[in-house]
């Protein structure tokens, strides 16, 4: 069984970044897409990032602000955030799905979340 877990979230200034980390244990990463994901109160969860060993694909809300990575010797996933916003304030999980999708879905394991905050 696949197993995620997300780390590095906390509270952060308007404008200000994070680094985001997702470790997956239980199975090979290079056999998965991985995504990130965000929930705020009120909404839907969103897809904002994800990266597979062929591509990687982003929201247009966080692009040029989000970079995506992977580590595949470290089996881990990273979320670099820059230029944060209020409006970033969610709980961000990491999920292994077959394809780079937005969607959340479509992806079939996902961590527990953790959770960011930007405020002044």
């Known amino acids: 069984q696949l197993q995620l877990v997300e780390s590095g979230g906390g509270l952060v200034q308007p404008g200000g970044s994070l680094r985001l980390s997702c470790l997956v244990s239980g199975g090979t990463l290079d056999d998965y897409a991985i995504g990130w994901f965000r929930q705020t109160p009120g909404k839907e969860r969103e897809g904002l990032s994800s990266i597979s060993s062929r591509n990687t694909n982003y929201a247009e809300s966080v692009k040029g602000r989000f970079t995506i990575s992977r580590n595949n010797a470290k089996n881990t996933v990273d979320l670099q955030m820059n230029s944060l916003k209020p409006e970033d304030t969610g709980v961000y999980f990491c999920?292994?799905?077959?394809?780079?999708?937005?969607?959340?879905?479509?992806?079939?394991?996902w961590g527990k979340g953790t959770l960011v905050t930007v405020s002044s």
């Open positions: 999920a292994a799905g077959v394809t780079t999708t937005l969607y959340p879905l479509w992806m079939d394991y």
